[in-house]
């Protein structure tokens, strides 16, 4: 197995439970020295063990880079009187040593957060993982199912909406000059795409009921998602990184 695939082959269902973990476990640390020290952490093995397009990655990156910027200058300017050293006086704000931790300490767990679940959305391939939480996490069949049926329909509902755009303009219908009517003029689309969803939802829920689908826990798989020896290994190194953030961070502060 190559080394830049192991988190795309990683089990969903154990990658995302160790998602889970870490935001849960980051949220009760105060300290920017641990959110930065995890950041750091998934994103070297994210270079090492994944093949992400890291174009896509920064701009993904862009919107939480903006809302931790905007955590860090709230949080500094409007943050209650926490004591400390004052070490920056503008006007009538001043701003102590503890509140800038607390308010690196925030905007650091947003880029954090991010990172980690960029991780998971960038390897991570959507079926496999319903498939994976119905295999390890028992996930009602009912549930999975729905789920990836919707899944399914996205792109068959987008390609239609551009159709039904298209069949208004060549009659004439959808000029409209201003953003406000063309918001107003989405009425049009919603009711042939409302009956176009209904017709494939029934038509759907009559294949699987003709392949003998009624929703009781499954014994066997077409696609089993295993859980294998590399798995544990991998989950083994995030909670090393997770547990060595932690650890530096409180000895650093």
């Given amino acids: ?4 695939n192991q988190l795309h082959t990683m089990n969903p269902a154990l990658k995302f439970l160790i998602v889970v973990i ?19 952490g998934i994103l070297t093995v994210q ?12 701009l993904l990156m862009i919107p939480f880079s903006i809302t931790a910027i905007g955590y860090l200058w709230t949080t500094v300017l409007f943050a209650a009187d926490t004591g400390g050293t004052i070490i920056w006086t503008w006007n009538s704000i001043e701003v102590t040593d503890e509140q800038l931790s607390r308010a690196l300490s925030l905007a ?46 996205l792109p068959v509902i987008k390609e239609e909406f551009i159709q039904i755009r298209h069949a208004h303009r060549l009659r004439g219908v959808g000029m409209e000059k201003w953003w406000w009517q063309r918001l107003l ?16 939802a029934e038509r759907s829920a009559f294949a699987m009921e003709a392949r003998g689908f009624t929703g009781q826990p499954r014994t066997a798989f077409f696609k089993p998602v295993p859980v294998r ?18 650890l530096l961070g409180v000895l650093w502060t």
């Fill in 47 to 58: 270079v090492v063990l994944s093949s992400v397009k890291w174009k896509l990655w920064l």
């Fill in 108 to 153: 650091l767990r947003v880029i954090a957060f991010s990172a980690i679940s960029l991780l998971f959305v960038l390897t991570t391939q959507p079926v496999t993982f319903i498939m994976s939480l119905m295999q390890q996490f028992r996930l009602s069949p009912k549930l999975a199912y729905s789920i990836l049926v919707g899944y399914q329909f």
């Fill in 1 to 4: 197995m190559q080394l830049r």
């Fill in 22 to 40: 870490s935001m849960l476990t980051l949220a009760w640390f105060f300290n920017p020295w641990t959110p930065f020290l995890f950041f750091i």
């Fill in 185 to 200: 003029g989405m009425r049009r689309m919603l009711i042939p795409l409302l009956a176009a969803a209904v017709r494939k």
């Fill in 229 to 246: 020896l590399h798995d544990w290994v991998l989950v083994a190194l995030f909670m090393t990184i997770l547990t060595a953030s932690c």
